[in-house]
């Protein structure tokens, strides 16, 4: 038998409405942005946060850590030696299919005229 914890009904606000509920929110024009200001920003969203060797180097990073770690936890909990390997090399692999997979699934989506 599970114990549950009692529910506190929430009091309201003597049954007025919150004021900041009521009001409706606009715009300024200071707020709105021309539409060749919207498409630099998309563009710059477009754009790499960081160099492809700088991207490949921490990828390779990640993927040997994580192959260690799971070979190292295979190898110290059963002792099978080649269980560990090969599902180290099968963790740190999957790194790099999920990084060429991305790759290609963005670029179907690309334009190909630049």
Known sequence: MSKQRPQHKKSSQSGKPSSAANTPKTQ???EQ????EMNTLLRSLREPWIQKRSAMI???VVSVALMVLVAWNIIK???DWGQ???WGFVFGASVW????????FHSLFKSKNK
């Open 58 to 60: 921490a990828i390779a």
């Open 97 to 104: 299919l999920v990084y060429y997979g991305m790759n290609w």
């Open 84 to 86: 560990g390997l090969l």
């Open 77 to 79: 909990g059963s002792g």
């Open 28 to 30: 300024s024009n200071k």
């Open 33 to 36: 942005t021309n539409p060749a």
